[in-house]
């Protein structure tokens, strides 16, 4: 496996140093367009370094425990420790990754508490690196992570990140001490600072055009046939989404909907097939389809000699001059999400599309090259019967008869996770201990159901609700959620170590829950 388009600076030339995080696997952190951006618009400061840390694979919680070496947790381009950078800048997009979080800070010896850290800055004994974050969870609610982090980039970077790179300049040059850094920098729109409970706005960039797409992109190549996105060129579309379903977070923290301009995609298409090498394009938003342009933005990419992958498409966007496009581009798989079996669930979610029209799209791509169709269903919704449930599996019955094969249609189903300040932000209903069986029995009534049906698979309906249970918890907690997950990290990050932390804290997960659906939300923005 090679890297291109990687930046190596000489540390002697710069005046300090970012080391960004994606706590999650190398992979992983490949495919995601934030990291790519993020590691050229700080690279794009002459002043800064900026080298790139992933969880190592194979790790044991907590870090105490895992007894292989630290040599592990080094930066790609320098090899790098952790606590020898200035700043560790964390990418959080997923509740999963929070453990994994604490496990990197641990492995590297870097107190998890920021009140031991802040004891060491105010007096100058050691210099730990400064702790900060950022993605859709973060801006979503920062609070669960509040007793580890300094501070958290709310909403988009773009607008205030070298804004805050020149107030952490004084403070490393010691023209400022500790406390003035954070008595400025919390005066800059969109940075949360826990240590002083600063109120802040969501950061928005205007305009996306002024979102640069990285020219020399980062590109990992490798023989490996198990292949995400690693290998291909990312250019953001969108950011947001114009449709609010009730559930999602782009639409209520992504907001508002942005298109970056034709001219500038097509731009940046010329400017990526002349310095990158590379056979696809990932077009990136959480709707893609709704561009203006979408369709010629496609037919351009073709005309180049390229392929193109999206996310998803919305159902009432599929015609059939997107099919021929998609033909044409060679796309073998078609992801779609109907949520739900029933239209009046579906509805009440945001999405208005009927039964109808799914199938009527079905029909036509079955009578396309394009043979697959992956699906995506949550259950455990607010609202929702059992009936609901069942209809999902008669929708998926009504599709096979169309003349697809069990191969041709994957299924994913998924549990519910209420996301803090959305409609559906207080609907954690299902959650609740005496509930949690309820939501397993309706995974293991469609796992049962669907296995002949369609291509589905399910490890354990248990774990993965006591999985969405964990991530509910995180979605919508608060001060005392973030030392809950610290007792839950060191008692091995796990379900047992959940409820151990419960009980040593004398903390009652369905007592919060209940709190949050009686109105309760611990962070406003």
Known sequence: MYEESVIIKDWRNVDFSFGLIYPNNYKLGMSSYSIRLLYHLINSNERVVCER?????????????DL?????????ENKVLPKDFDILGFSVHYENDYRNILWILDKAHIPLDAKKRHDSYFRNIINYP???????????NPLPLSKVFDLFFIGDAEPNLNVFFDVFMDYKLK??????????????EGIFIPALDNKTNRAVLKNLDESPTPQFQLLAKNDNTNKIFEENYFIEVNRGCPYQCKFCLSS?????????????????????????NFKKISLIGSCISSHPKF???????????KNFSIPSIRLEHITPKIIKIFEKNGVKTITIAPETGTESLRYDLGKRISNEKILQVLNQIKESKIKKVKFYFLVGLPNETDDDVLEIINLLKSIKKIGFTRNE???NINPFVPKLNTPYGNKCHFYLS???SDLKMKLKTLEVALKNIVSIKFKNPKNIVNNARLQALISLGNRNVSELLLQYYFNGANMGALRRAEKDLNFSIDSYFQKVQDGYKPWII
């Open 53 to 65: 840390i992933c969880l190592p694979e194979k790790i044991k919680f907590p870090a105490s425990k």
């Open 409 to 411: 249609l994957k299924v």
């Open 252 to 276: 209520f923290h992504n907001s508002p909907f942005r298109n970056k301009s034709y001219e500038e995609i097509i731009k940046s298409i010329e400017e990526g097939i002349k310095y990158s």
């Open 130 to 140: 400064l702790i900060i974050g950022g993605g859709p969870t973060v801006t979503s």
């Open 295 to 305: 369709v010629e933005i496609c037919e351009f990419i073709i005309n180049k000699g």
């Open 434 to 436: 005496n509930n949690l």
């Open 175 to 188: 023209k400022i001490n500790f406390q003035a850094f954070l008595n400025r920098v919390k005066n800059i």
């Open 68 to 76: 292989s070496s630290i040599d592990r947790l080094r930066s790609i």
